[in-house]
């Protein structure tokens, strides 16, 4: 069995800590991810610090195959990703002539255009990420992949990389939807767990039509454990007084 091959996000932006911007990348990068072979394993938001940044970086890029950044590469003050990814590696923040030459395409005032030149820099070595939007690219540098915080953005540049990252056993899912509150399920659910310790079971709660009940999801790389989980799942619900619902699988 191929080993899985694991990312981490890092979504940098006191913006989104203080509550100011909603973050929707790490969903999408999630998703997308996992449909390609990629899990992530840890995400984490981290407000527009150098010291953090660098530390951040230089942490998780150890522990994972991927860390995926978002947010701080624009024009402004406190767009300061770039610098500390240079920094985290050692290397020089020098200018890129694609992204300067692309950003030179759309005329403005000199003063203007000198603040955009500065989406332009790139640590030394780094790889650009194409940016299908038309914008200024993102870049990579190793195993580190950095993207802008705009989700229309982030999302046109994770595309270019479809089909450019190595990827592992594809996680996939079956849930099964019943009326009962989680602590009527949670004793046979964690037997079931215990005896299927390669997949991941969880039970989600939820509150419809004047009733409590639970979603239970089962996540595992193999079809048959996952069939044969959910079928112990189903039968418990039953043996609990209720009729299970199954909602289907998803990769």
Sequence with gaps: MSHPVTACVL??????????????????????????????????????????????????????????????????????????????????????????????QRPAPDDVMANRLLMARVPEGAELIDNPTGGPQGFAIENVYVMAGIPMVMQAMLSSLDGKLKTGPIVKSRSIRAFLGESQIAGPLGAIQNQHPDLDIGSYPFYRDDRYGTVLVVRGTEDADIEKAAGAIMDAVVARGETPEDLGSNA
């Design 11 to 104: 979504i940098i932006g006191n913006e989104i800590l203080s509550g100011r911007t909603k973050d929707v990348n790490l969903n999408h990068l999630a998703v997308t991810l996992g449909g390609w072979g990629v899990r992530i394993t840890e995400a984490r938001v981290i407000p527009d610090i150098e010291e953090v940044i660098v530390n951040a970086v230089n942490e998780t890029r150890q522990q994972f195959d991927y860390v995926f950044t978002t947010g701080g590469i624009g024009p402004t003050h406190d767009d300061i990703t770039a610098q500390c990814i240079a920094t985290a590696f050692g290397v020089q923040l020098v200018q890129s002539e694609a992204i300067a030459e692309r950003i030179r």
